[in-house]
């Protein structure tokens, strides 16, 4: 009778869960505030990561960059202590509310911190990770963006390629959540960001490393939110991005179908990052842009293994990143010959 009567009750729960997604396509939630929160971005030198700091930034987080880049770092930083001084700035000029009264901004007191690491190298990751408790405090928001790609089909890929390719993409995931998550669990305060892609929910030929990366980040970041559920710890949050294409360079040369492309266009990165940041402040669990990705996601897993080979030459992605791959040798080629090796 107890298991009818719980049968009856996680009925309820998935309906209700139902009900308030779709209220939340209705009434966009509330944003939170992480101002004054300690956040801390990999892969920070440039691409989504860097768009990242500045959208934290602009909502007045406290924030730590890490990439290998040291250069593009400090220049991500740059552009943050930019945003700093103009909100600075802003607080210290008085405004006019609308019903005439004075309105002072609250005062900006906000700093940036740059650490050069190298999130594929484990003992690296743990060393900055205690650098940046003991310099600046406790992390509130870890952004697991850094990721590489190889751009070489399986049997002509170097081993140590897929091998930096999963180190950097999936189990540097593993080692930044090792480092602040035990601070987060002891306040029961915090919120875990993985930065996947679409390619970490279905897959293409010819990047195998990447797609394996990806699924396994994918992976980790769904156990550890089931994780954190099982040890009643609500007050941690996490969001995972899975994006489409983005026009950031690092596919450069990826094309489907020129029919199709016209309506699946690579994303712009400012769109992707807003719509992340908003799924992060509202406590989103996941966020595919565009929301196309939710159907070819459901499509894949109901449809038979053919079928799906069909729909992917239909798009013409099933050889999408070929051009890339094929852009990615000659330019090693280029550079072997310019060197002379």
Request: hydrophobic letters at 45%.
């Amino acid at each position: 009778m107890n298991i009818l009567l719980e049968l009856f009750v996680v009925t309820f729960r998935v309906l209700w869960a139902f009900v308030l997604a779709a209220a939340k396509w209705l009434v966009r939630p509330k944003e939170k505030s992480v101002a004054g929160q300690v956040c801390l971005i990999t892969g920070a030198g440039s691409g989504l990561g860097r768009l990242f700091a500045l959208e934290f930034a602009r909502r007045r987080a406290l924030l730590v960059l890490w990439d290998i880049n040291t250069q593009s770092n400090e220049e991500t930083a740059g552009m943050v202590r930019h945003i700093y001084r103009e909100m600075a700035e802003a607080a210290a000029t008085p405004r006019v509310a609308g019903d005439g009264e004075k309105d002072a901004l609250p005062h900006c007191d906000l700093q940036v911190y740059t650490y050069t690491c190298d999130v594929g190298k484990r003992e690296n990751v743990y060393s900055t990770a205690e650098r940046v408790r003991k310099e600046v405090g406790e992390v509130s928001v870890l952004v697991n963006n850094a990721g590489v790609v190889s751009g070489h089909h399986l049997l002509e890929c170097p081993d140590e390629l897929i091998e930096r390719t999963m180190m950097v993409n999936c189990h540097a995931h593993f080692w930044t959540t090792k480092a602040f998550l035990p601070k987060m669990l002891e306040m029961n305060h915090g919120h875990i960001v993985t930065v996947a892609s679409s390619l970490g929910l279905f897959s293409t030929a010819g990047v195998e490393d990447y797609c394996a990366s990806k699924f396994g980040a994918v992976g980790f970041h769904e156990s550890l939110s089931h994780e954190l559920k099982a040890a009643e710890k609500d007050g941690i949050k996490t969001t995972l991005v899975c994006p489409y294409l983005v026009d950031t360079g690092m596919f450069r040369g990826c094309r489907i179908r020129k029919e199709i492309e016209p309506f699946l266009p690579p994303l712009k990165p400012e769109y992707c990052v807003k719509q992340a940041m908003r799924a992060i402040l509202t406590d989103q669990p996941m966020i595919c842009t565009p929301r196309l990705m939710y159907m070819v996601t459901f499509m894949k897993s109901i449809l038979p293994f053919e079928a799906v080979v069909c729909m992917y030459r239909f798009l013409g992605a099933d050889k999408c990143m070929y051009p890339f791959i094929a852009q990615r040798k000659q330019a090693t080629n280029n550079n072997e010959a310019k060197n002379g090796i």
